[in-house]
């Protein structure tokens, strides 16, 4: 297999990253769709990298911490081949559904861990994974700028953002992409998305 050539590779958003036009979404990577070898995942992550699609996508709750793992053991030795975007937001709950927190401490503390678990210094793109209702976004996102200014993390992110929320958190801080399911199945709600994010210049990443 060739590697993607570079003429092929997208700008996200504003940013000064650019990259292939399909990343490695590396959920499955952690028994979401059945048992999943860490080696073997490992190596399939390197194996992508070396054919160009570098941008990597994980987050906190994948596993819940267990894929950042492998992918930071992955990346090893080419961190500077790959552009890293991971996740926060979705709390673990006992014996029901997952919960979500978008508190400025929360978002702080949840970056710090992931840094420690990818073994890296600084996050590509960090992504709200879900919008805590109960926490006004542009509290949300300010901490996440806060995270920029300390050198953490290079750009921001949005997951499954209503368009309104998408304004107000890019009001506050450059959105470089906003990730939302995208598929045969699931058009309708994302083509309003699709629209603010062009009218925004913000980066649409489409995940089915």
Same mark, same amino acid.
């Given at each position: 297999?060739?590697?993607?050539?570079?003429? #092929?590779?997208?700008?996200?958003?504003?940013?000064?990253?650019?990259?292939?036009? @399909?990343?490695? $979404?590396?959920?499955?990577?952690?028994? @979401?769709?059945?048992?999943?070898?860490? *080696?073997? +995942?490992?190596?399939? @992550?390197?194996? *992508?990298? =070396?054919?160009?699609?570098?941008?990597?996508?994980?987050?906190?709750?994948? !596993?819940?911490?267990?894929?950042?793992?492998?992918? !930071?053991?992955? /990346?090893?030795?080419?961190?500077?081949?790959?552009?890293?975007? %991971?996740?926060?937001?979705?709390?673990?709950?006992?014996?029901?559904?997952?919960?979500?927190? $978008?508190?400025?401490?929360?978002?702080?503390?949840?970056? &710090?861990? +992931?840094?420690?678990?990818?073994?890296? =210094?600084? /996050?590509? #793109?960090?992504?709200?994974?879900?919008?805590?209702?109960?926490?006004?976004?542009? &509290?949300?996102? !300010?901490?996440?700028?806060?995270?920029?200014?300390?050198?953490?993390?290079?750009?921001? $992110?949005? +997951?499954?953002?209503?368009?309104? %929320?998408?304004?107000?958190?890019?009001?506050?801080?450059?959105?470089?992409?906003? =990730?939302? =399911?995208?598929? #045969? #199945?699931?058009?309708?709600?994302?083509?309003?998305?699709?629209? %603010?994010?062009?009218?925004?210049? @913000?980066?649409?990443? *489409?995940?089915?």
């Amino acid at each position: 297999m060739k590697a993607i050539p570079d003429n #092929l590779r997208r700008r996200l958003g504003a940013s000064d990253l650019r990259v292939s036009p @399909i990343g490695l $979404g590396c959920m499955s990577l952690s028994g @979401i769709y059945g048992a999943a070898d860490d *080696a073997q +995942s490992e190596a399939l @992550i390197r194996a *992508a990298v =070396e054919r160009g699609v570098e941008h990597l996508d994980t987050a906190d709750m994948y !596993g819940w911490g267990h894929n950042e793992e492998v992918v !930071g053991r992955a /990346i090893r030795g080419i961190r500077d081949k790959v552009v890293l975007a %991971t996740k926060f937001g979705q709390v673990k709950r006992e014996g029901g559904a997952n919960g979500v927190d $978008g508190r400025p401490e929360y978002v702080k503390q949840a970056c &710090e861990a +992931s840094l420690k678990r990818l073994g890296v =210094e600084v /996050i590509d #793109l960090y992504y709200q994974h879900r919008v805590d209702p109960r926490t006004p976004i542009e &509290e949300t996102v !300010g901490a996440m700028a806060d995270l920029v200014k300390a050198g953490k993390v290079r750009y921001l $992110g949005l +997951s499954e953002a209503h368009p309104d %929320t998408v304004r107000r958190a890019h009001a506050v801080h450059p959105i470089a992409a906003v =990730e939302t =399911e995208y598929s #045969l #199945l699931y058009r309708v709600e994302a083509e309003e998305t699709r629209k %603010t994010t062009r009218d925004l210049g @913000i980066s649409f990443v *489409a995940y089915s």
